[in-house]
């Protein structure tokens, strides 16, 4: 059930593309077709990957990133069919309200949100951001125009324009912003620099992403502790010196405190991720009265 949702999710924001593939008709293209061979390709090597990633234990979005070039294509054939039949003449029906009306309304939403964001974001109303939302407006209203006429040809132009303003947005002016606060390698790499020796660093909590960054800026391995490692080293004294440590919205408590951990240093990745680097120091039993 993970998937029904994180397959639209990653597609956003052309779902209309996306819902017109579980349309039988979709998959029924005329044999002079020149596609007609490769849909039935492209959706089997969507499917097989959806239910592999669906038999595997952990789900994440990006499991799907390799099946995103195949649907691609799917949805691009889907959209060639509806501007096909709209050049032929007018289109009714479910199909004027997917292509002519929805799709459109999504895209100009999509374009001009990220310029918004942007300025909410940073509160700097940057004329390239005005610039952006300007241009991403206009498109955007030119788009539901001409959707609602039912030109898809012309309402596909402004599609196109949306899109564009979408994607420069993001990668020149939303991707730097982001990325200060999402960079994991600085912190792991002064994490490398307070551990001592040359051997694997203790995590708790640990990803798939921890153990391979790790690796990557400072050379030295990962020793993922797990809640119940952690609880049989804490029983019998044998924790760590140095402890790195990685919480999530549902992550594990250690009590890394009570062992006589003292926090060296805290950073947080974004809403789902913090590191907190823990120094422990020995305890000294009271001296006698």
Known sequence: YYYLHALPMAVLPWLMPLLALCRPIFWKAPRENPSARLRPYLGASVLGGVLLLSAATTKRETYLLPLLPPLALLMALAMEDALTDAARGPIGGADRWLWG???????????????????????????????????????????????????????????RVSAAILCLTALALAVPLVEPQKAMAPFVRWVGEQVPGQGSIPALGADETLCGIIPFVTWRGVQALSAQEWSTLARSGQVPAWVLEQAGERSDTYGLGSLGYVLAREQRFGPGRTMRLWKRFPQTEPSPP
């Open 101 to 159: 009306r929805l799709q459109p309304i999504l895209l100009s939403i999509w374009g001009l949100a990220l310029p918004v964001a942007l300025i909410l974001y940073t509160r700097s109303p940057r004329p390239v951001y005005f610039a952006m939302g300007a241009i991403a407006l206009a498109a955007g209203i030119a788009g539901v125009a001409w959707g609602f006429q039912g030109n898809l040809a012309k309402a596909w132009e402004a599609h």
